[in-house]
């Protein structure tokens, strides 16, 4: 079955500083990857998504980066603010309805001001 | 809001009882899942129910079930509860088209 690894798993960056989190799956069929970002007792939220039949997706201040031959994909976020600390989860899975996402462990990223 | 509604929020029982825990999918979702998130393991899939019928399962033990009912609400059984089953439980949506999950508030569940 799927495997995701995320590094690293605690982040502390300045303010105004990027972010950047890494994930590798090991199942070459996934070809959708979201994340994650959740608050202290909140639920998971969607923050952003990629498909494997894309490399780049950009939204505002975050991007996601795929490498589908290495099976890498990573979470920039820059100009960091501190209502950007959470814990951030990255997952993986077929994009099609009804497939259970694997996720990493999660990142815990603190940025101070 | 993201429209996944589950209850209760907390829930604190004892060793050796049985709870249920509920979910109610956003409007039109037919796919509900569920998922453990303890502080040592993450998030974890337990099982999925698409339209009523079980559709995949993961790190769910034998101790624990759930269903999905012909309204499209979902409820995982706990029993023979153990100190270790003390974890959130999240409850998933997805519409039927992509895998695109909203998650509820989850459900703190406390074995004392």
């Known amino acids: 079955g799927e495997n995701v690894e995320q590094h690293p798993s605690t982040l502390s960056v300045q303010e105004g500083d990027s972010a950047v989190i890494k994930c590798t799956y090991s199942d070459s069929a996934s070809n959708y990857f979201p994340w994650y970002k959740q608050e202290l007792g909140k639920r998971p939220q969607l923050i952003i998504d990629?498909?494997?039949?894309?490399g780049e997706k950009k939204d505002q201040r975050i991007a996601v980066t795929l490498n589908k031959t290495a099976k890498h994909f990573s979470l920039h976020i820059t100009e960091t603010q501190p209502e950007d600390s959470a814990v951030y989860f990255c997952a993986a899975s077929m994009n099609q309805a009804g497939t259970a996402l694997i996720f990493g462990k999660g990142t815990t990223l603190s940025v101070s001001s | 809001d993201s429209g996944v509604t589950q209850t209760p929020k907390h829930l604190i029982t004892a060793t050796g009882q049985r709870v249920t825990l509920r979910c109610s999918p956003r409007?039109?979702?037919?796919?509900v899942y569920w998922y453990q998130q303890s502080l040592d393991q993450g998030l974890q899939f337990l099982i999925q129910?698409?339209?009523?019928?079980?559709?995949a399962k993961g790190n769910i033990l034998e101790r624990f079930s759930a269903q999905q009912f012909p309204d499209l609400h979902s409820e995982l059984n706990l029993s023979s509860l153990e100190l270790g089953d003390s974890a959130l439980y999240f409850c998933?949506?997805?519409?039927?088209?992509?895998?695109?999950?909203?998650f509820g508030a989850g459900t703190r569940l406390s074995v004392l």
């Open positions: 990629i498909r494997s039949n894309v």
């Open positions: 998933a949506s997805s519409v039927g088209t992509e895998n695109i999950q909203y």
């Open positions: 409007s039109g979702d037919l796919s």
């Open positions: 129910y698409y339209n009523g019928e079980e559709r």
